[in-house]
């Protein structure tokens, strides 16, 4: 009988995931320098074999350590692997109560992207939307538990232009 960690390449995946939460199959593929094929394999293989759960929305299947997060957290952990949410969670750290305006002019997409992504996080709770007049305010819901996310699990690490900005994040509470 095989055991499930006896193959080096089931290993590699596993612990990446555990690093690296709400990965899909191609990253995987891509961080280990391995063909698509073989990953999903092995994908397959440990999720059969209840190590790893495979969540699928939004045009993904993300993969997760079976039993270690919540639907909450994988669903902000999705959220955050990818670019440009992300890069508004960072500016909302820093700019509690931003306007749309402000994010636009840092984040620099287009509107209506910058509008899908702002609802994306609203209905996941990420952030929170605070109308002012004419005017709407945005600020992280829960910023100790996004914080928290984001350094325990860094979904910027694979990010070029966000590799570096994140120094200055500190877990909540410390001093």
Avoid: C
């Avoid at 092995?42 to 993969?63: C, D, K, P, Q």
């Avoid at 749309?100 to 840092?106: F, M, P, T």
Wanted: proline share 4%; hydrophobic share 35%; net charge positive.
């Amino acid at each position: 009988m095989v055991e499930i960690f006896d193959i080096d390449t089931r290993k590699q995946i596993f612990n990446l995931i555990a690093k690296n939460p709400g990965l899909h199959a191609k990253r995987i593929a891509e961080l280990l320098g391995m063909q698509g094929q073989l990953a999903d394999y092995h994908l397959l293989f440990l999720e059969r074999n209840n190590m790893i759960s495979a969540v699928r929305e939004e045009g993904y299947t993300r993969y997760y350590i079976k039993g270690k997060l919540g639907i909450r957290e994988r669903r902000r952990i999705a959220i955050l692997r990818q670019e440009v949410p992300l890069k508004i969670v960072r500016y909302l750290i820093d700019h509690p109560h931003a306007q749309q305006k402000d994010i636009h002019e840092h984040i620099q997409v287009a509107k209506s992207t910058l509008n899908y992504h702002l609802k994306k996080l609203l209905s996941h709770q990420i952030i929170d939307m605070q109308p002012r007049g004419k005017e709407k305010y945005y600020e992280i819901t829960d910023k100790n538990e996004i914080i928290k996310l984001l350094i325990q699990y860094k979904p910027y690490s694979r990010i070029e232009s966000l590799k570096d900005t994140w120094t200055d994040l500190k877990w909540p509470g410390a001093p």
